[in-house]
């Protein structure tokens, strides 16, 4: 455990944070459902739940009986607030508990927090600092150190800035959502000590937003002829009103935010008009029209400094500084009206919004404990019996929007609250006491599962141990009406670089009918309007990690060019949507962005589909593997492999014969049984050896990251340079190491030996090395001798002058001229299905 | 991030605006096709128009105009929509709160 304190709350009027300081850092937490830093200092008691934050705040107008806010300003007071659910009062050092002890939840990081540093405004007298105390004893902590505001935000600016004279005086301006404090503070080098202090409850950026709204917006609004009802609304009141100025209120705010970066900026509003009808207003409001209605609250903050600094008798030269506290600093108007009104330098180097949590923990950070806290117990562990046994009963199903959870509990529930939440945040009951049998009401994630934690808490907050598991309810999915898809269906798209097709997984097998998906690509090839090409939608089903040929064609979509309405540039997006109905008929809808042009068809699963110029392609290219697959294993001695592979090509060579003959067939239904034949032959081919292929893939995957992981380790300009790709490279590496696709280990490998051609191709000693085993071989090996003889001419020269950069440029040009020895070079005029 | 929030609730008014016209310039398809790219990017948004508001709510942030009538509360305004992010394992965070009105409504 630290020997510090390290933890320190802003406990404010309008909003309250906590932070920790530890080894010069500081983190400032963030509400765990929030996504916010601030939690707002209000507590609801909405029927039997305690809500504490944002959600009591949007209460705190419409059910003021039952949820509290401002409590702080009545700490050391007899006031109480009577809760009308509860029918009892609470008091201030209550209410301001709860929502320390609703802080404690935003630490994630640390098992318990015995110790806190508490701010408080410079004006709190003894009473008001006990009553601080207390209310932290009642959230938990053992030890409470008070720390004024003021000093702490001067902690952050002193700690922060550098060439600032740390002797002196210095003024804390904190202008907050809705208060306004001013500080006068004496810097010393071993000492801070708030000389005087003064302030406004009541006077924060809430006001500026209000006046945003009434002296600009709905003026401008009010002054437009066909909106004359929009005033008779407001003087009476009507709910369309009040609807209305809500929605200015946040339009407000967001302008006020920009106009504090920008010179003007648009709001738009949509109105109802005298008409009945919608329209849409744009504003445009300046900086200057903004400064105008918040001039006098801003200068009002200014003479609450005049009269502070004359009652102290310091004059404004004495001031070093102004520092900058509350969220309503960053106004541009706010920060030049105390540099030119008051003549004092202006620092805003510290975030404004927790600038006094922030000086807190640094304070806490440097505070030793003085009192040992608990001994924090051990993590659950099988076997250890839970402070609290929960018989947890609920559907683990649903096809409601709320499902209902009830719960028996046994053990010692006494001054305990339970509290579920759901894990992405949008749903929370709240604190809750807890009974021997509960009920909740869970709202669900529409569509999908939803996962949510039961928490029980003790009266100070602190978790208590409890033997139940994460709650778990898929919604809208139970009730399966189609049938599991029994192969997956895929769109059959190209890879140009191989020169061939390759399979894009829509609908993978088992996937529950009725399905739609739409898939967005491009057109990989220019077809224009007068040429032979085609774009081939090919909706294949079978196994999306085997050669396309292999698969059965569901839904075929062939666009002639002749239907274009103009030329189908390289590029230019497509738009396939695809339909499966639950009796599997197949509904492809494609739409050329380029043309605004939109081809469907419907496909039933009775009828086949055959395109003879793609099926003429694929018996090319499956040819061409068979040759190119033969020569390897003949040359690494599998007569075995290699004699089934030839009576593969001899097929091959069969269908490729039967596909010339087709036009002068007679039996219609041969195009279906070629295809039939291809598609057997390019399965077996495909099972032949795929175990072996996928190991040889996996074995070169491995040696190519392995080489690439070496050569990033020993250059540091290399791995600055690469080690994001390489990273971003490898990321999903268990899955694709774990799938069943030679291609998709082959894609990766590639990607890799790119990354690591570029790695060497830095290297001098790389360009060396390549540069004479290229000049080692013999020149016939080149496709331009002559040209091959210039390059190595240049080459020599290069390394003469120790030209690195040049020797890289004839080195390319000289790999260049290999020729390419792939099979798939061979099938120049790869027509493909056009889409990329 | 901010940034990207910030896009998808400027899409996401201009959807509201576009289906409160009656798509008049056929945007749809662009703006369908805009969500499709946000869910590449591991971000949804969400409309909880005419949904029913509780206080276990913690999706959206509310201004409740009129009276407060508990059992009977819906969101009859959505300005600013609930934003997820999605992870590798396909579950979702919320990283924007919606910003909605809400109102008792006696149907």
Same mark, same amino acid.
């Given at each position: 455990?630290?020997?510090?304190?390290?933890?320190?709350?802003?406990?404010?009027?309008?909003?309250?944070?906590?932070?920790?300081?530890?080894?010069?850092?500081?983190?400032?937490?963030?509400?765990?459902?929030?996504?916010?830093?601030?939690?707002?200092?209000?507590?609801?008691?909405?029927?039997?739940?305690?809500?504490?934050?944002?959600?009591?705040?949007?209460?705190?107008?419409?059910?003021?009986?039952?949820?509290?806010?401002?409590?702080?300003?009545?700490?050391?007071?007899?006031?109480?607030?009577?809760?009308?659910?509860?029918?009892?009062?609470?008091?201030?050092?209550?209410?301001?508990?709860?929502?320390?002890?609703?802080?404690?939840?935003?630490?994630?990081?640390?098992?318990?927090?015995?110790?806190?540093?508490?701010?408080?405004?410079?004006?709190?007298?003894?009473?008001?600092?006990?009553?601080?105390?207390?209310?932290?004893?009642?959230?938990?902590?053992?030890?409470?150190?008070?720390?004024?505001?003021?000093?702490?935000?001067?902690?952050?600016?002193?700690?922060?800035?550098?060439?600032?004279?740390?002797?002196?005086?210095?003024?804390?301006?904190?202008?907050?959502?809705?208060?306004?404090?001013?500080?006068?503070?004496?810097?010393?080098?071993?000492?801070?000590?708030?000389?005087?202090?003064?302030?406004?409850?009541?006077?924060?950026?809430?006001?500026?937003?209000?006046?945003?709204?009434?002296?600009?917006?709905?003026?401008?609004?009010?002054?437009?002829?066909?909106?004359?009802?929009?005033?008779?609304?407001?003087?009476?009141?009507?709910?369309?009103?009040?609807? $209305?100025?809500?929605? &200015?209120?946040?339009?407000?705010? +967001?302008?006020?935010?920009?106009? !504090? @970066?920008? %010179?003007? #900026?648009? =709001?738009?509003?949509?109105?109802?008009?005298?008409?009945?009808?919608?329209?849409?207003?744009?504003?445009?409001?300046?900086?200057?029209?903004?400064?105008?209605?918040?001039?006098?609250?801003?200068?009002?903050?200014?003479?609450?400094?005049?009269?502070?600094?004359?009652?102290?008798?310091?004059?404004?030269?004495?001031?070093?500084?102004?520092?900058?506290?509350?969220?309503?600093?960053?106004?541009? $108007?706010?920060?030049? &009206?105390?540099?030119?009104?008051? +003549?004092?330098?202006?620092?805003? !180097? @510290?975030? %404004?919004? #927790?600038? =006094?949590?922030?000086?807190?923990?640094?304070?806490?950070?440097?505070?030793?404990?003085?009192?040992?806290?608990?001994?924090?117990?051990?993590?659950?562990?099988?076997?250890?019996?839970?402070?609290?046994?929960?018989?947890?009963?609920?559907?683990?199903?649903?096809?409601?929007?709320?499902?209902?959870?009830?719960?028996?509990?046994?053990?010692?529930?006494?001054?305990?609250?339970?509290?579920?939440?759901?894990?992405?945040?949008?749903?929370?009951?709240?604190?809750?006491?807890?009974?021997?049998?509960?009920?909740?009401?869970? #709202?669900?994630?529409?569509?999908?599962?939803?996962?949510?934690?039961?928490?029980?808490?003790?009266?100070?907050?602190?978790?208590?141990?409890?033997?139940?598991?994460?709650?778990?309810?898929?919604?809208?999915?139970?009730?399966?009406?189609?049938?599991?898809?029994?192969?997956?269906?895929?769109?059959?798209?190209?890879?140009?670089?191989?020169?061939?097709?390759?399979?894009?997984?829509?609908?993978?097998?088992?996937?529950?009918?009725?399905?739609?998906?739409?898939?967005?690509?491009?057109?990989?090839?220019?077809?224009?309007?007068?040429?032979?090409?085609?774009?081939?939608?090919?909706?294949?089903?079978?196994?999306?990690?085997?050669?396309?040929?292999?698969?059965?064609?569901?839904?075929?979509?062939?666009?002639?060019?002749?239907?274009?309405?103009?030329?189908?540039?390289?590029?230019?997006?497509?738009?396939?949507?695809?339909?499966?109905?639950?009796?599997?008929?197949?509904?492809?809808?494609?739409?050329?962005?380029?043309?605004?042009?939109?081809?469907?068809?419907?496909?039933?699963?009775?009828?086949?589909?055959?395109?003879?110029?793609?099926?003429?392609?694929?018996?090319?290219?499956?040819?061409?593997?068979?040759?190119?697959?033969?020569?390897?294993?003949?040359?690494?001695?599998?007569?075995?492999?290699?004699?089934?592979?030839?009576?593969?090509?001899?097929?091959?060579?069969?269908?490729?014969?039967?596909?010339?003959?087709?036009?002068?067939?007679?039996?219609?239904?041969?195009?279906?049984?070629?295809?039939?034949?291809?598609?057997?032959?390019?399965?077996?081919?495909?099972?032949?050896?795929?175990?072996?292929?996928?190991?040889?893939?996996?074995?070169?995957?491995?040696?190519?990251?392995?080489?690439?992981?070496?050569?990033?380790?020993?250059?540091?300009?290399?791995?600055?340079?690469?080690?994001?790709?390489?990273?971003?490279?490898?990321?999903?590496?268990?899955?694709?190491?774990?799938?069943?696709?030679?291609?998709?280990?082959?894609?990766?490998?590639?990607?890799?030996?790119?990354?690591?051609?570029?790695?060497?191709?830095?290297?001098?000693?790389?360009?060396?090395?390549?540069?004479?085993?290229?000049?080692?071989?013999?020149?016939?090996?080149?496709?331009?001798?002559?040209?091959?003889?210039?390059?190595?001419?240049?080459?020599?020269?290069?390394?003469?002058?120790?030209?690195?950069?040049?020797?890289?440029?004839?080195?390319?040009?000289?790999?260049?001229?290999?020729?390419?020895?792939?099979?798939?070079?061979?099938?120049?005029?790869?027509?493909?299905?056009?889409?990329? | 991030?901010?940034?990207?929030?910030?896009?998808?609730?400027?899409?996401?008014?201009?959807?509201?605006?576009?289906?409160?016209?009656?798509?008049?310039?056929?945007?749809?398809?662009?703006?369908?096709?805009?969500?499709?790219?946000?869910?590449?990017?591991?971000?949804?948004?969400?409309?909880?128009?005419?949904?029913?508001?509780?206080?276990?709510?913690?999706?959206?942030?509310?201004?409740?105009?009129?009276?407060?009538?508990?059992?009977?509360?819906?969101?009859?305004?959505?300005?600013?929509?609930?934003?997820?992010?999605?992870?590798?394992?396909?579950?979702?965070?919320?990283?924007?709160?919606?910003?909605?009105?809400?109102?008792?409504?006696?149907?």
């Amino acid at each position: 455990m630290s020997s510090t304190i390290d933890f320190a709350i802003d406990l404010g009027t309008t909003n309250s944070l906590i932070a920790k300081g530890q080894f010069g850092a500081i983190e400032v937490y963030k509400n765990p459902i929030g996504h916010k830093e601030t939690l707002p200092s209000v507590v609801g008691f909405r029927n039997d739940r305690i809500l504490i934050g944002d959600k009591a705040r949007e209460y705190v107008e419409k059910d003021p009986e039952n949820v509290f806010g401002g409590f702080k300003r009545k700490m050391g007071t007899s006031e109480t607030f009577f809760v009308k659910n509860l029918q009892a009062q609470r008091t201030p050092i209550e209410l301001s508990a709860l929502v320390l002890k609703e802080l404690k939840t935003f630490v994630h990081n640390a098992p318990a927090i015995p110790s806190v540093v508490i701010t408080i405004p410079a004006s709190f007298d003894t009473v008001q600092s006990n009553a601080t105390k207390k209310a932290g004893y009642e959230a938990g902590f053992k030890e409470v150190v008070l720390l004024q505001e003021p000093i702490a935000a001067c902690l952050a600016f002193a700690n922060k800035t550098d060439g600032v004279q740390k002797q002196g005086k210095w003024l804390v301006y904190d202008l907050g959502g809705g208060t306004f404090d001013v500080a006068i503070v004496s810097i010393s080098d071993a000492e801070l000590t708030v000389i005087d202090h003064k302030g406004d409850n009541y006077l924060g950026g809430l006001d500026f937003d209000n006046l945003l709204v009434e002296r600009i917006i709905l003026k401008q609004l009010f002054q437009r002829p066909n909106l004359t009802t929009l005033q008779a609304k407001a003087a009476s009141q009507a709910i369309e009103f009040k609807r $209305l100025y809500q929605i &200015l209120l946040h339009k407000a705010e +967001n302008a006020k935010k920009e106009l !504090s @970066v920008s %010179p003007q #900026t648009e =709001v738009e509003i949509s109105v109802e008009d005298d008409a009945g009808d919608t329209q849409d207003i744009f504003l445009t409001i300046t900086r200057a029209d903004f400064n105008s209605c918040i001039e006098e609250k801003a200068l009002y903050t200014i003479d609450l400094i005049h009269e502070l600094l004359q009652r102290n008798a310091i004059a404004n030269a004495d001031i070093q500084q102004v520092v900058l506290v509350g969220g309503s600093t960053y106004i541009p $108007l706010v920060r030049e &009206l105390i540099e030119r009104k008051l +003549n004092i330098s202006v620092n805003a !180097s @510290v975030d %404004p919004t #927790t600038a =006094v949590v922030v000086g807190a923990a640094q304070y806490a950070a440097t505070k030793r404990v003085e009192v040992q806290a608990d001994v924090v117990a051990p993590p659950k562990s099988t076997g250890t019996a839970a402070r609290i046994r929960v018989k947890a009963s609920y559907l683990k199903t649903s096809m409601d929007t709320e499902e209902l959870f009830l719960a028996t509990l046994e053990g010692d529930i006494n001054n305990v609250h339970y509290r579920i939440q759901r894990e992405d945040g949008g749903y929370d009951s709240g604190l809750k006491k807890a009974t021997e049998k509960i009920r909740e009401y869970l #709202t669900l994630l529409p569509g999908q599962l939803s996962r949510f934690q039961v928490k029980f808490f003790d009266e100070r907050n602190d978790p208590v141990e409890a033997d139940i598991d994460p709650i778990e309810i898929v919604q809208g999915k139970y009730n399966i009406h189609g049938q599991p898809l029994p192969n997956d269906i895929c769109l059959e798209v190209d890879d140009l670089q191989e020169r061939t097709t390759k399979l894009e997984l829509i609908f993978g097998k088992n996937s529950v009918l009725p399905l739609k998906k739409t898939i967005y690509r491009e057109v990989s090839k220019t077809i224009y309007k007068n040429s032979k090409d085609k774009l081939i939608v090919s909706i294949l089903e079978g196994d999306r990690f085997a050669f396309p040929s292999t698969n059965q064609v569901i839904g075929l979509i062939e666009i002639n060019p002749e239907e274009l309405n103009a030329d189908l540039v390289k590029g230019s997006d497509l738009e396939i949507k695809l339909e499966i109905s639950e009796s599997r008929d197949i509904n492809v809808n494609v739409y050329l962005s380029m043309t605004e042009q939109e081809f469907k068809n419907v496909f039933s699963p009775s009828e086949r589909y055959v395109s003879i110029g793609k099926l003429e392609e694929e018996v090319d290219i499956l040819i061409a593997k068979l040759k190119s697959e033969l020569r390897q294993n003949e040359a690494s001695e599998d007569y075995e492999t290699a004699g089934k592979l030839d009576n593969y090509l001899q097929e091959a060579m069969i269908i490729r014969q039967g596909l010339d003959n087709l036009s002068t067939s007679l039996n219609s239904d041969e195009k279906y049984h070629l295809e039939e034949r291809k598609r057997k032959l390019a399965q077996k081919y495909d099972q032949l050896g795929r175990f072996r292929k996928l190991t040889a893939a996996r074995i070169e995957y491995f040696e190519v990251k392995n080489r690439l992981a070496f050569e990033l380790d020993h250059s540091a300009e290399a791995r600055a340079k690469y080690e994001s790709q390489y990273k971003q490279a490898i990321e999903s590496e268990p899955s694709f190491i774990a799938s069943e696709s030679v291609f998709l280990v082959e894609a990766k490998t590639k990607q890799l030996r790119i990354i690591l051609n570029d790695v060497l191709l830095a290297s001098t000693d790389f360009l060396i090395s390549l540069y004479y085993d290229l000049a080692s071989r013999s020149k016939d090996e080149f496709t331009d001798k002559q040209k091959a003889i210039g390059y190595l001419e240049q080459g020599e020269k290069a390394l003469e002058r120790q030209n690195y950069s040049e020797l890289k440029v004839i080195n390319l040009n000289l790999l260049h001229l290999l020729p390419d020895k792939s099979e798939y070079a061979r099938l120049k005029n790869f027509k493909g299905t056009g889409i990329g | 991030m901010s940034a990207l929030i910030n896009l998808v609730n400027q899409i996401f008014e201009i959807e509201q605006k576009n289906a409160s016209k009656g798509d008049p310039a056929d945007l749809g398809r662009n703006m369908e096709r805009l969500r499709h790219h946000l869910d590449e990017l591991g971000l949804q948004y969400h409309s909880p128009l005419h949904e029913k508001y509780t206080d276990t709510r913690t999706d959206c942030v509310a201004s409740i105009v009129g009276d407060l009538v508990d059992a009977s509360m819906y969101i009859t305004k959505v300005i600013k929509p609930v934003v997820f992010q999605k992870d590798a394992g396909g579950n979702r965070t919320i990283i924007q709160k919606a910003v909605v009105i809400v109102e008792h409504r006696t149907v």
